[in-house]
């Protein structure tokens, strides 16, 4: 059974920094998608970022291109990173990991229907 394990979320002041981490376990596939979703109270998961480990094949909601980066360990294959930076009070929200395996290539998709596995989730505030 494929688990992630987010790490990194915390409180910061608008125009700082944070990174988050998730690391998967227990998959069968190399090639796979990794996103990043977050979900405000009151509000649908959004699609944040999504990575194609195999080549690094990137995908940015338009809320956040620019100042977020995803990126895959080359060290450590089981493990992305979402860099985020120039925070906005509207970047608050719990942020989620989520992994799609197989995957053939190409742009990975935003939408979170499209993602079997999931992380617990990580709190990010960001106060104005």
């Known amino acids: 059974q494929v688990q992630l394990v987010e790490s990194g979320g915390g409180s910061v002041q608008a125009g700082g920094s944070l990174r988050l981490s998730c690391t998967a376990s227990?998959?069968?596939?190399?090639?796979?998608?990794m996103g990043w979703f977050r979900q405000a109270p009151g509000k649908e998961r959004e699609g944040v970022a999504t990575i194609y480990t195999s080549d690094g094949t990137t995908y940015y909601a338009d809320s956040v291109r620019g100042r977020f980066t995803i990126s895959r360990d080359n060290a450590n294959k089981d493990t992305v990173y979402l860099q985020m930076n120039s925070l906005k009070p509207e970047d608050t929200a719990m942020y989620y990991c989520?992994?799609?395996?197989?995957?053939?290539?190409?742009?990975?998709?935003?939408?979170?229907?499209?993602?079997?596995?999931w992380g617990q989730g990580t709190q990010v505030t960001v106060s104005s």
């Open positions: 227990g998959y069968r596939y190399y090639s796979n998608c």
């Open positions: 989520a992994r799609r395996e197989p995957y053939t290539g190409g742009r990975c998709p935003d939408g979170s229907g499209l993602y079997r596995y």
